[in-house]
């Protein structure tokens, strides 16, 4: 019997070999291959805009901060994608620049651990958010980057000092990232008068990147007047 070959079997038994010993196991064999290719579509496929500042958004008023700092670290990863460099992600980010109850969601490994010193114990979510901000917002020339980073710039709070002090300064590093000459005055009076060295020596980096950028602009030659 043990010699004996699949067509020598009664049709009966040749069809349960069949679909026990070859149809099933190919069958289940690209399940699993369907599953793993839908996996790393859905992983490795990028995001649309609407996307990443629907997460954000989400996670900011459903409380899911755990799918926040998960969209957070996406963004981080992908700076320079069309997909993030977008006025809906900006505007997503702004807003939560803008809440200081995000405060007190610290973290010992956020997306902003590339922009931060060792030295520091805590991220905030609105030190990430500034500092992304301003980058986008200086990519896409928008005028909202300036105007949320400069109030942010003067934030102020007696029970989290540290919190104030690492949103004024990711500010000024993102207002250099604009580089708009109207966040001059703002800048000027952090490095005069602002108690964190540290906010000072990034507003004045900041006040460098806007005079050379003025300086650039002065020497670039003016378009020709259209005739007529």
């Known amino acids: 019997k043990q010699d004996a070959r699949i067509l020598d079997l009664p049709p009966e038994a040749r069809r349960s ?8 196991p190919s069958l289940v064999g690209a399940g699993i291959c369907l599953v793993i290719f839908l996996a790393y579509y859905a992983l490795r496929s990028p995001k649309a805009p609407a996307d990443y500042a629907r997460e954000l958004r989400e996670g900011l008023h459903l409380d899911n901060r755990r799918s926040r700092w998960q969209t957070a670290r996406e963004i981080a990863e992908n700076l320079n ?77 007696a029970k989290n000092p540290q919190a104030a002090a690492g949103l004024r300064f990711y500010s000024a590093v993102g207002l250099g990232f604009i580089k708009d000459p109207r ?28 005079g050379a950028q003025m300086l650039a602009d002065s020497k670039t030659p003016a378009a020709p007047a259209p005739d007529g």
């Open 183 to 210: 966040s001059i005055g703002p800048l000027a009076q952090r490095l005069e008068k602002d108690p964190d060295p540290v906010v000072q020596a990034a507003a004045a980096k900041a006040l460098g990147a806007i």
């Open 81 to 157: 994608s069309p997909s993030v460099q977008n006025p809906a992600v900006l505007g997503a980010l702004l807003e939560i620049v803008q809440d200081p109850a995000l405060d007190e969601e610290g973290a010992t490994w956020t997306p902003s651990l590339m922009i931060r010193g060792e030295q520091e114990t805590h991220s905030y979510l609105r030190w990430w958010a500034a500092y992304l901000a301003g980058f986008i917002a200086g990519r896409l020339q928008d005028p909202r980057g300036a105007e949320v980073l400069a109030k942010t710039l003067a934030e102020e709070d």
């Open 17 to 24: 070999f069949i679909l026990s010993m070859v149809f099933f």
